[in-house]
């Protein structure tokens, strides 16, 4: 019998979006768009037709600009060519009744100067995370980047309006702002990544501008309920970032003051690492931002069927986003329904080119065939 009355199964409105239901597929890098261009083709297709039965999808990291890329292999949302490979991915997802929004992503200081003819990647000021980025030469060493001048800052929300229109245009039904796992705007937030002395840095209310000014710049070229973002507050120790006392203030202030947008929602990630030790971390990230957050709140990271149904149950998030559960599993509100066993992933080709440990994995059904 399928159990179809769980949390996690039920229909949830987004905005003026109805989903399916709460099982949302969290963004994850592939590293497949292996071509010049830096762009999705037929694969992509198919992978994303495979999970479209997730309440949403929300893609892969997807570079905003060249300057954005930080990865080998990754997907851009920034050229005409770009935005018209994506049409076939949000058309086959929408011919599934699937719901599809894009991550518009700069990894800031997390790049490589190979990436950039020898130029130095682009940060809040010039700090090194002290990190590895994956080159197309492997993996190497960070390097300090260089601080931006504010025209490159006026260039990168420009960059993040023009991906969001481009998105539009791609047929997505919304975007997700990436300002998490110390890529570029956490790299702002953070005391520890942010030394500048002008409005962009200093008072809590400066290193959290240039989010909202991305915010402001997207809303003029698409509705604010289709705009998304992430944050994770208690990262710490990974991808360069350090927490300081400052840090939970920080998304304390982020996330009120977000209840002055209409936005699709708010996801934000539970600690990636123990941080029972960390000076400043807050442990429990949905419950202290449950009663701050007053629109959809996604919550992720470690979630299996039964704590994800318990935290919508318990009133602490409204929908919850799976990651690796949803790389080996398409079919992942499927398998909760029937309470099936998960297939394991295979972690050796989550960033490798090609068929292999992307669009194999099969559904419930083709698993039963077999
Ligand atoms: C292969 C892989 C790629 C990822 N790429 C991204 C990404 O592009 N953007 C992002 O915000 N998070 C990325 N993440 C983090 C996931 O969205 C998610 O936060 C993490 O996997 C924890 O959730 P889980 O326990 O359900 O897997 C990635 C994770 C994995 C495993």
């Known amino acids: 019998m399928k159990n179809t009355d769980q949390p996690l199964l039920q229909p949830i409105k987004v905005g003026d979006l109805t989903l399916r ?5 969290a963004p994850m890098t592939r590293s497949r768009a292996a071509n010049p261009a830096k762009k999705v083709f037929e694969l992509h297709d198919e992978y994303y037709r495979q999970r479209a039965t997730a309440g949403l999808i929300i893609t892969e990291g997807s570079q905003v600009s060249p300057q954005a890329v930080g990865y080998i292999n990754t997907p851009g949302i920034y050229s005409e060519a770009q935005t018209e490979a994506w049409k076939s991915v949000t058309k086959a997802v929408h ?3 699937g719901h599809i929004f894009i991550q518009l992503w700069h990894v800031g200081r ?5 990436f950039h003819n020898g130029e130095l990647p682009l940060s809040a000021s010039a700090t090194n995370p002290h990190s590895k980025s994956y080159t197309p030469e492997g993996f190497k060493e960070t390097v300090a980047a260089k601080a931006m001048t504010l025209a490159e800052i006026k260039q990168t929300i420009a960059d993040f309006k ?8 791609a047929g997505f039904d919304g975007v997700e702002i990436h300002s998490s796992n110390g890529y570029l705007f956490h790299q702002f937030f953070n005391g ?31 509705p604010e309920n289709r705009i998304g973002l992430r944050l994770n507050p208690s990262l710490n120790g990974v991808f360069g970032m350090t927490m300081d006392e400052e840090t939970i203030p920080t998304f304390d202030y982020i996330i009120k003051k977000l209840n002055d947008y209409n936005l699709a929602y708010l996801h934000l990630s539970e600690p990636f690492t123990d941080v029972s030790e960390v000076p400043f971390a807050e442990k429990n990230i949905a419950k202290r931002y449950r009663p701050i957050f007053k629109g959809t709140l996604v919550i992720n990271s470690g979630f299996d069927q039964e704590s994800g149904n318990r935290v919508i149950e318990d009133g602490d998030a409204d929908a919850v986003a799976f990651g690796k559960p949803f790389i080996s599993n398409p079919d992942l509100p499927e398998r909760f329904a029937e309470n099936a066993s998960l297939a394991e992933w295979d972690q050796s080709t989550f960033y490798t080119v090609g068929e292999k440990g992307f669009i194999d994995y099969p559904s419930l059904q083709e698993a039963k065939v077999d």
């Open 95 to 97: 011919e599934e009744g």
């Open 192 to 222: 520890t990544s942010n030394h500048r002395t002008d409005e962009y840095g200093g008072s809590i209310e400066n290193r959290a501008r240039i989010l909202f000014e991305v915010i402001e710049a997207i809303k003029e070229v698409m």
């Open 162 to 169: 023009n991906a969001a229109k481009n998105a539009m245009e």
């Open 110 to 114: 997390m790049s490589h100067p190979d």
């Open 21 to 25: 239901n709460r099982v949302w597929m």
